[in-house]
């Protein structure tokens, strides 16, 4: 007589999956007033993006600078615009990207949550939200920008990369408007 070994069943495993979920938690500082239209005269616009995404262009506020990092070949394209410490980022790279959650509803991998927004009417119709991560990288507040889109969701992608402002953990708010100004002057090149 043989010996009986059991013998596992392919079936009976059952696989399991691990959900991942960042909640980030929001709070205002102030009562934001959009404003879609530099209040100062700018002083160049800059032209940048990826043939294959979105060309655009913004325009910069006085005291700003522009660093734009462009391969078309990777593609890949990034725009940084300084003012001492504050830092204004639109990258255009073929990178994934996630719902934005906020109060009410029920957040799924890979979004983020975010207990407050500030909405930010661009001059051509597209609205943004601008939320500030509660938690320092550093010693740097950062805040993401989402974009609504025709279904009534939010998402980090927006028409024209991935945008995000570092500030100072002390920022003043004066100069997150100039940022958001400048967010507000996007414009799809033609």
């Not at 691990?18 to 616009?45: G, K, N, Q, W, Y």
């Not at 799924?108 to 939320?131: C, K, M, Q, W």
């Not at 950062?142 to 998402?155: E, M, W």
């Not at 500030?167 to 408007?177: F, L, V």
Request: proline residues 8%.
């Amino acid at each position: 007589m043989g010996r009986r070994t059991s013998q596992k069943k392919p079936w009976a495993t059952q696989p399991t999956l691990t959900i991942m979920l960042r909640i980030v938690t929001v709070i205002p500082t102030s009562t934001f007033t959009p404003t879609p239209i530099p209040t100062a005269s700018p002083v160049a616009t800059v032209s940048a993006g990826l043939k294959t995404m979105a060309l655009y262009t913004m325009s910069i506020l006085p005291g700003w600078t522009v660093k734009r990092e462009h391969i078309e070949e990777l593609p890949s394209d990034k725009v940084t615009v300084t003012k001492d410490d504050y830092q204004l980022i639109i990258n255009q790279a073929p990178f994934g990207g996630g719902p934005c959650f906020y109060p009410g509803q029920t957040p799924t991998p890979p979004g983020e949550l975010f207990s407050a927004y500030i909405d930010n009417y661009s001059t051509h119709g597209v609205i943004f939200r601008r939320s500030r991560i509660q938690a320092l990288l550093g010693d740097k507040q950062k805040f993401s920008v989402c974009q609504k889109t025709t279904d009534g969701s939010y998402g980090n992608i927006t028409t024209f990369g991935h945008i995000d402002y570092f500030a100072p953990a002390n920022y003043k708010e004066a100069t997150i408007d100039e940022m958001d100004s400048m967010v507000g002057s996007l414009q799809i090149a033609h």
